[in-house]
């Protein structure tokens, strides 16, 4: 998963004993990947499928995905059929993924970019990805747009403009242009070869105005800016902005 991207050796979110946050899903996610297994979504893209299926996960705890696997075989042939690939950018992580999902299956390979995507049907699972990646933050009072950024003060990170000096109030206006970009990828990928994505997150449906950035640190909420790189940095999802670029791309958003 992009969200918790590393290129140091250290362990990527949280402290050695815990997560800084229980992911929503992850309590139920093996009753959830019974139930996937008898959607009618894994039939029709397995019936599309002559030679493999694509298997990408997203965002998922290394449990998460082995309860994908073991659910693949629910349906005859199936499991047989797929090839698994993981988008991960961390070594860290990578090799922690490795030693989880080790004979859980014979064709698993991992992937830097969504640009390494191979042609094929896609089943894609992305649970709590889109809401860690990257945002843009831009402050409108008086009639002016600023960007808010990150600056240093005596020491310590502070919220900045791109202008200067943090204002008091105004309207927070967030963009995340990688989850459209991404969300546009994945859409056309499966307008063009079939197959289907189930997106689990939290966010809003209309707007997209006001602060929702926010960090959990061993489960409590947590100073965004205090002690970078040790708590789960977070922002609500624009669902409206992700059916667009998948309607867009030309694939039907349920």
């Known amino acids: 998963s992009l969200s918790r991207c590393s290129t140091t050796s250290r362990r990527a979110v949280g402290s050695a004993n815990s997560s800084d946050a229980t992911r ?14 008898e959607l009618e979504t894994f039939e029709k893209v397995y019936k599309f499928d002559f030679f493999y299926i694509l298997d990408d996960v997203f965002g998922l705890t290394e449990d998460e995905m082995a309860d994908m696997l073991r659910a693949t075989r629910k349906i005859s042939g199936f499991h047989e059929s797929i090839n698994v690939r993981l988008l991960e950018i961390s070594p860290v992580l990578k090799q922690k993924q490795w030693h989880a999902l080790a004979g859980k299956h014979p064709d698993i390979e991992w992937m830097d970019s969504l640009d390494d995507l191979p042609p094929g049907p896609l089943l894609l699972a992305a649970n709590e990805f889109f809401d860690a ?21 005596n020491n310590k990170l502070v919220f900045v403009t791109d ?5 008091n109030g105004g309207q927070i206006i967030e963009n995340c242009q990688s989850a459209i970009d991404i969300a546009t990828t994945v859409a056309a990928h499966i307008a063009e070869h079939k197959g289907a994505a189930l997106v689990i997150d939290y966010g809003y449906t209309e707007g997209g105005k006001g602060d929702s950035l926010q960090a959990m640190r061993q489960h409590h909420y947590h100073d965004a800016l205090a002690a970078p790189g040790e708590a789960d940095i977070t922002a609500h999802v624009d669902f409206a902005g992700l059916r667009q670029a998948a309607e867009s791309a030309g694939a039907r958003v349920h």
């Open 24 to 37: 929503a899903p992850q309590a139920r996610w093996r009753t959830l990947a019974d139930v996937m297994a």
């Open 133 to 153: 990646l990257p945002i843009r933050q831009f402050i409108d009072k008086d009639g002016e747009r600023k960007e808010r950024m990150v600056g240093m003060e």
């Open 163 to 167: 202008a200067g000096p943090h204002p």
